[in-house]
């Protein structure tokens, strides 16, 4: 199988119970990427990584890392592979220095390495210092932490990592995120959630799953590009009803008092002309008319039609 980046997935499918709950995801991880996959629960994101990770196998479709497929060679392929499943896979009775030895032979890193493996992942995690300490007495920020640490201990060059920060306190939180950022300047990493803010923080490109489905895929700086929405103010303007009901504008969210923002159903410059000759003739006071660029929570509303994704922990 071919493939023109790190990790390559072509139509990937999953059925259930005869049911199709996944369906024709095409993905690909180029050197260097940050694919944040983001949707709202129960939209597929854990599925799709399953199937990407290889603890799942596809209904149809195929996986290929560093070009090697991950059905027919599964060992070789997952050499180039590191998984932080949604419940991290450690064991409460060890302490992290046996966790990680264990994890170390099971990815097979030579008797001479495994030391340094072992000593280099703890540092890059935060975990220096908790070595002899026990994972069950630890806090589920530092478990975060240490199955992690198992995840880059053989230095792949992908990282899947699923609701890495999902049931963190703030503090946690930022400690993870931070955590992750660094990884990401080393690994190509493919990071899922439902937290907007957690795709914004870290993601150079943003898929959104919808009900088993790719609903988009779109770089940063192409999100960044995308004007598609204008910002209204009105003084003495009428209710949103009103103004949705005029010609050209395919919708519109009240975001304040006197204020929206209006999606254009074709052309932005006849929609703000039109609107600003109706406000000048209806006396609605305009004050604000104006291109603004699309957020993720807009294009989030805009692909799903479910509202916006949790903007904070969960």
Known sequence: MESDG?????????????????TDIHLRLAAGDVLGVLGPNGAGKTTILRMLAGTLAPSAGRVAIAGIDLVDHPRAAKRHLGYLPERPP???????DEYLRFAARLQAIPRARRHRA??????????T????RLIGALSKGYAQRVGLAQAILHRPSVLILDEPTAGLDPTQLIGVRELISRL???HSVIISSHILSEIQAVASRVVIVDRGRLAMDATRAELAADHSWLELGLTHGPDTATLAALPGIAE???TGEGLWRVRPENNDRQIRTALAERAAAEGWGL????????????????????GPATAATP
Do not use: N, S
């Open 6 to 22: 790190l990790l390559a997935a072509h139509g990937l499918a999953r059925d259930y119970g005869g049911r199709r709950v996944v």
């Open 90 to 96: 450690v064991y409460p009775e060890l302490t992290v």
């Open 118 to 127: 072992i000593a280099d992942a703890k540092h890059d995690c935060g975990l």
């Open 129 to 132: 210092d908790v070595g002899r």
């Open 184 to 186: 990401a300047t080393t």
């Open 252 to 254: 519109i969210q009240q």
């Open 287 to 306: 004050h604000t008319l104006a291109a603004r660029p699309t957020t993720l929570e807009d294009r989030f509303m805009q692909v799903t039609g479910t």
